[in-house]
């Protein structure tokens, strides 16, 4: 089974500075999808942006933009301009493209404080 | 387009009883999954349903099992609780139309085992 990393279980950014949230995935496939997700302390899970692995040009959803190497196996997400609603958990998850079946697998989160 | 819904919001139930949680997906979704999540497992994946037919399976043992209906309303049960199933429970909606395979979340069930 596929495995997802994520190594910071907390991070903080100052607000209007830049955070790099990490992630690293284990598979032994070409073909995948990769996704951020957060979950603010209302505990609704919100999808933040996603990357088909087969796309080499990282994908950028306004202040948030993830660098994907795919060699490396590593997937972070960047914020920018952070804001005090960006404060919440923050999940790295990964979906084969292949075969029938639509798990997902997820890391266990990086929890993001903002500092007014 | 509403969002996935899923009832009731918060539940308490006492070791031994049985529970159902129900979900209703995005209109149009037909695939939806299931998660468990706990402070320190985070999420784990139960089972995933398309066209009323479970498609995967997560680690968990037989007291936890799920359906589909044909409108894609979903509906999980778990019989015999244990404090150990208090946790938060994910479903998941998606397309699962070509390559549209994002997931997205309902609120959540809390469930507390007493």
């Known amino acids: 089974a596929q495995t997802v990393t994520q190594s910071q279980p907390e991070m903080s950014v100052q607000e209007a500075e830049t955070v790099t949230l990490s992630c690293t995935y284990d598979?032994?496939?070409?073909?995948?999808?990769l996704f951020w997700y957060k979950q603010p302390p209302s505990r609704q899970m919100i999808l933040v942006i996603r990357?088909?692995?087969?796309?080499?040009q990282n994908a950028t959803e306004n202040r948030f933009s993830v660098n994907f190497q795919k060699a490396a196996k590593s997937f972070s997400l960047k914020i920018s301009d952070s804001q005090l609603g960006d404060a919440a958990m923050y999940f790295c998850?990964?979906?084969?493209?292949?075969?029938?079946?639509?798990?997902?697998?997820f890391g266990t989160g990086t929890s993001l404080t903002v500092i007014p | 387009k509403a969002g996935v819904t899923q009832t009731p919001r918060y539940l308490i139930k006492t070791r031994g009883q049985q529970v159902t949680l129900s979900c209703s997906p995005i209109?149009?979704?037909?695939?939806v999954s299931w998660y468990q999540q706990t402070p320190g497992q985070g999420l784990q994946f139960l089972f995933e349903y398309f066209s009323e037919t479970q498609r995967n399976k997560g680690n968990f043992p037989g007291r936890f099992s799920g359906r589909q209906f044909s409108n894609s309303r979903s509906e999980m049960n778990v019989s015999t609780l244990e404090l150990g199933d208090s946790a938060l429970y994910l479903c998941?909606?998606?397309?699962?139309?070509?390559?549209?395979?994002?997931?997205?979340f309902g609120p959540g069930t809390r469930l507390l085992v007493l």
């Open positions: 998941a909606s998606s397309l699962y139309l070509g390559r549209q395979e994002t997931q997205y």
């Open positions: 598979t032994s496939e070409s073909d995948y999808y």
């Open positions: 209109s149009g979704h037909r695939s």
């Open positions: 990357q088909e692995a087969y796309k080499q």
């Open positions: 998850a990964y979906r084969s493209a292949v075969g029938t079946g639509n798990q997902f697998y």
